[in-house]
């Protein structure tokens, strides 16, 4: 085997406790440290992985030596194993706490606590020192702790994926305080802004409001733009307009007459579009025939909801008959403030409509309205291929009723990307069980109790697990199929109260969270 830093990321992505269950425990480890973070690149690890991971690695001679592993691993390290706690959190604060699923919730408050006792920390001023050694553990922080801490604080939270509530009010409160290396916010240029790196997305009106317009806008225009290339969400791209629109909105009257000027190719080309628009304005100053004109360009930039409305309505007031499956296509988020009725009058006849408005980067539907989306579908003499499953995907699968689950074929669901069925109520779980053992696993396993299940056929069928019967589990019980945490507790809770075998399984899961079958 390549030394550990010779294999790829790609192959290492693979990385299972089922994949290596054949190697000896010298190459498993080689593995395991090829995993580790290399300069700025680190392997996206999920938390099944881990978990296998430190199965492999407690107990041995070198397990104390945090760097040689990846640093996601330390977060299931048993602390009372660790001999050196300044090093333990150093290595760390390199760690993705999201990866944490909710079972072990409890774990990042317990970690900080014990960070904050390894190192002395007492109230909510943290130096400098401590900040570098907590690193992305800040990201876990609240408010007391940023507003009363070293500045220094701000360059780690730009490593954060995403800033709770608390950490953006107390970011906001040590910036307007003025006592950073950004100095007084009102002075604040279009450099300053850019040198805040990812931290501005988070601005709230308040902040906002400090900021020049003038340079605000020429900074959010190449921000924006970025923030689209590195697919930031909708959702947030969405706050930062409101909140920077909200600071600088101009005093006017209630006339519903357009003041800011009308709506043109050149305004909707501008990556900023519609900041200086709210909804009022928008309505006024949108035409039609501009809206018809430029209707993808529009509905990409303008998305909030109180747009969404008015593109609808203009699109209604377009085309009083039904608005056609072209134009269905251009909707993209607009579509999800349609009602019912509205989705009545749309065109989805074909396969490239459907998965044009069930892109999951335009924004979560209502279970209702891909419920009408669907009826118009199979209105038109279509039925729920693999096409249709890709497009719905796992949420959309689980919105349709019981009824039209129980029409999909086996041979479409085989043919079909991997679908995640965790959010399916119990029954449309049972309802799509049968569809997907008849789809990945031999038919024979429904004839003889002591068919086995075979390592592959069980990684088919593990996202329809949730419907699985008790005499099925129970054949995965002799089958020494490897079971991760999410999965088991995921099942129908009478099949688990049912299989007795599963009681001490459950007991050992700390032992290795992975192995509950075993």
Known sequence: MDTATDISFQVLQGFTCTRVESFTKIKVKSLIRGCRRRKSRKLKLKQSQLTCMYYYMKGESDATDYSLFPADVLLYYDYSTVTNCSSYFTELGFADFSVLSNVYESTKTTLLSNAKTCLNITGFNIGAANIDILGNMVCQLNSSYVQDSDPSILEKLKNCDDLTSSLISGMETLLLSGETKYGVSSRWTQQTLEDLD?????FTSTLWREIKKRDGRRF???FIKELRLKGTSRKKIRTLKRAFRTAHR??????IECTVGTITQVEINDDTFPIDYDATQFNACL????????????????DEDSYHQIILEKLNQAYPEGISDNVVQMLGPASRGATTDDISKWNVTNIDTLSSLLKTSDGDWADNQTEAIMTKYLAAGQSIDSSALNSLGGSG?????TSVLETVTSSSLKQADALTTTSCSLTKKKALFPIALAAFVSTAITKRSTTTVTSTQYQLIQS???????SFVRTLTSSSINMDMDTFIALDQSVIQCVGRFKPAWQHQRERPERLLQ
């Open 198 to 202: 990812i931290l501005p997305l988070y």
């Open 220 to 222: 959010l225009k190449s």
């Open 250 to 255: 101009a005093k006017r009257d209630a006339s």
């Open 287 to 302: 035409s039609v025939a501009t809206l018809k004109n430029n209707l993808p360009a529009i509905t990409d930039k303008a």
């Open 397 to 401: 699968l689980c919105a349709l009723d």
């Open 464 to 470: 329809y697990l949730g419907g699985a019967t008790e």
